[in-house]
């Protein structure tokens, strides 16, 4: 924390997907049930970034409206475009952008077809986002 309040982390570790916390063993055998045994999450995560993004003009058919960077992403959950995403990567602050059109790499045909959503978990997925992103990168779609 470098001497920062630990408040200003607490969202960030509330985010994260976890168990109910508790004191644990801290004080020898637990005997406290917090009732609830699943996991809480504030955010899901919908993908990872594949590769390196590169720049793209406004008008190079993909239906960007402004230049961004064309990114590859991993599907691991469901997000549909249009979703507002927060981007977690090393060193960055926390950034938001929309999930832009999206293009799916067909294994049959060998190309990229349009896509609704990200809906296949695993796939290869490409859409062009505000800023660039590095190799695994993480998307999330806030809960």
Aim: hydrophobic share 40%; net charge negative.
């Amino acid at each position: 924390l470098d001497g920062e309040p630990a408040s200003a982390w607490m969202g960030e570790l509330d985010a994260v997907s976890h168990r109910p916390y508790s004191t644990g063993f801290f004080y020898g055998n637990p005997t406290q049930n917090p009732g609830r045994v699943e996991y809480q999450r504030d955010r899901l995560m919908v993908a990872t970034v594949e590769k390196d993004a590169r720049p793209v003009a406004a008008a190079d058919g993909r239906g960007a409206a402004a230049p961004g960077f064309l990114t590859e992403l991993l599907c691991r959950n469901k997000a549909r475009v249009g979703d507002a995403l927060q981007v977690l990567s090393p060193g960055e602050p926390l950034r938001e952008c929309e999930l832009g059109p999206l293009e799916r790499w067909d294994d049959d045909l060998q190309v990229w077809v349009p896509a609704g959503e990200l809906s296949r978990a695993m796939c290869r997925y490409r859409t062009v986002l505000p800023f660039a992103l590095e190799p695994l990168d993480i998307l999330c779609l806030k809960q």
